[in-house]
C-alpha cells in the first residue's frame, strides 16, 4: 500500500487578503518560524508520505522560495519527492482542464497529470489553512478498513468558542461513523456542538481519477456538492473524527487569535511535542537572540536573530525583529526582518515583513481586529 498528497496553496487566499496580496497562503508565516504549509507537509512526511504535489494558482514566488528543493523535510528525491503543480494552459483549450481554476474540483482536475503518474494506491488531500498535528497512517488505515468511497477528517467543536468568517462545512456522522449529510454552515448561524469538515480527505487514486474524468466530462466544479454530497447515498462516505488541537485560519482576526493561542501551553504541546510527530520547516543559520540590560520580555516567542533592547510582552516575533530602547510591544505578532525604534508603543499589532516604525510611534488595534502593516512599510 502507498500513499500520495496533494495540497491546496491557493484554495482560500481570498480568505485573508491583507497577507495573501504577495504571496500564497501556503506561504503565510506562523508561529515564529513556520509557514502554514509546514503543517500539512509535515504531517504527511511523518505519515510516511513521500510523494507529495502542491496546487498553485499565483503569488508563488515567496513558495518557491521556501519549499526549494524540499530537503527539510526530507522530500529532496528521485523517486516521489515533492512537486510543485503550476497551472497548466494552453491557447487552444476551453475546458477546466485547460484554464486557470476557480474551485477545489478544478484543482484537482488541473493536477489530473500528478495523480495518473503518482502510482500510488491512495492520494490523501488536504488544505493549508489548517492547524493541526495528525496521524495520516491511521486515517488512511480507517479508509481501507471501512473500505469507504471517501474518508473526511472532522474535528468536533463548539461553534461559540470558535469564529469563523467564511463559510465551513458542517458534517452529520451517523452512530457507525458514516456521513449522513454535510452542509455550509455561515458564520452568522448558532448551532452549538458540531462536527465540521477539516478538508483533509483521503481517496483511492482510481476513484480520484474517476472523479476528474467524470468531471470534465459533464463539467463539475464543487467538490463537495457535485462529488461527496451526490456519492453520500450510493457509496460510503465517512469520518475519521480528530480529537486532537485543530485551528483554521479564516481571516486576520482568526490568524491573531490562532497565533495567541500559542503562547499557551496547550497550543504548543499539541503541535510541537507529540511523539515522532515534528513539524519541519526551512532551516536558517542565524545568531541567537541578543537581549540588553534593559530588555524585558515575558510570555512571548522570540525566533532567531532578534534584538531586544525594550519590553515585549504576550507577542510573537519572528526572525530578526529588532525592538529599540524604551519601545512597549505587547499582544503584537511581528514578522520577519521588522524594525521598532525607540519609545514606541504597539499593542494588538501585526507587522508584515520588512516593516519599519519610527521611534515615539503609539500604534494599537483590538484582539478582535488588530492594526495590520503591509509589506515594506514605513511608519
Not at 164 to 171: A, R
Not at 314 to 326: A, E, K, Q, T, Y
Request: with cysteine; proline share 2%.
Amino acid at each position: 500500500m502507498t500513499t500520495a498528497g496533494l495540497i491546496f496553496s491557493n484554495i482560500h487566499d481570498q480568505s485573508i487578503p491583507e497577507m495573501t496580496r504577495q504571496r500564497t497562503m501556503a506561504s503565510i508565516p506562523f508561529g515564529c518560524r513556520y509557514r502554514l504549509v509546514d503543517f500539512a507537509l509535515s504531517n504527511m512526511v511523518n505519515s510516511n508520505i513521500t510523494n507529495v504535489g502542491i496546487i498553485t494558482h499565483y503569488n508563488y514566488r515567496s513558495l518557491l522560495d521556501h519549499i526549494g528543493t524540499g530537503k527539510d523535510w526530507d522530500l529532496a528525491r528521485r523517486s516521489g519527492g515533492i512537486k510543485l503543480l503550476p497551472p497548466y494552459v494552453t491557447a487552444y483549450e476551453n475546458n477546466i482542464a485547460g484554464r486557470l481554476y476557480e474551485s477545489r474540483l478544478e484543482a484537482i482536475v488541473s493536477a489530473g497529470n500528478f495523480v495518473n503518474r503518482c502510482n500510488a494506491d491512495y492520494i490523501v488531500l488536504s488544505d493549508c489553512d489548517v492547524i493541526l498535528n495528525i496521524d495520516l497512517n491511521e486515517v488512511v488505515k480507517e479508509h481501507i478498513r471501512t473500505g469507504a468511497y471517501v474518508t473526511i477528517v472532522t474535528k468536533r467543536l463548539n461553534t461559540a468558542n470558535h469564529h469563523f468568517d467564511g463559510n465551513v462545512g458542517v458534517v452529520s456522522i451517523e452512530e457507525d461513523g458514516s456521513i449522513a449529510d454535510i452542509a455550509s454552515y455561515k458564520p452568522q448561524d448558532d448551532t452549538g456542538e458540531v462536527d465540521i469538515s477539516t478538508n483533509i480527505v483521503v481517496m483511492s487514486r482510481t476513484d480520484l481519477q474517476a472523479v476528474i474524468a467524470e468531471s470534465v466530462a459533464r463539467g463539475y466544479k464543487d467538490f463537495w456538492k457535485d462529488i461527496v454530497a451526490k456519492q453520500i447515498p450510493n457509496k460510503r462516505v465517512r469520518a475519521y473524527r480528530f480529537d486532537g488541537w485543530y485551528a483554521y485560519i479564516s481571516s486576520l482576526e482568526s490568524y491573531f487569535a490562532v497565533s495567541m493561542q500559542l503562547l499557551g501551553d496547550d497550543a504548543r504541546h499539541n503541535l510541537f511535542a507529540q511523539p515522532n510527530r515534528q513539524i519541519y520547516t526551512k532551516l536558517r543559520n542565524s545568531a541567537p537572540v541578543k537581549y540588553t540590560d534593559n530588555a524585558v520580555v515575558k510570555n512571548s516567542l522570540v525566533a532567531d536573530g532578534c534584538v531586544i533592547e525594550g519590553t515585549v510582552e504576550n507577542s510573537i516575533l519572528f526572525r530578526d525583529v529588532h525592538v529599540g530602547r524604551g519601545t512597549v510591544v505587547r499582544n503584537s505578532i511581528l514578522l520577519q526582518d521588522s524594525y521598532v525604534g525607540a519609545n514606541v508603543n504597539l499593542n494588538c499589532v501585526v507587522t508584515d515583513k520588512n516593516v519599519i516604525i519610527k521611534d515615539d510611534r503609539n500604534l494599537s488595534g483590538h484582539e478582535t481586529m488588530p492594526f495590520f502593516i503591509e509589506k515594506g512599510t514605513m511608519v
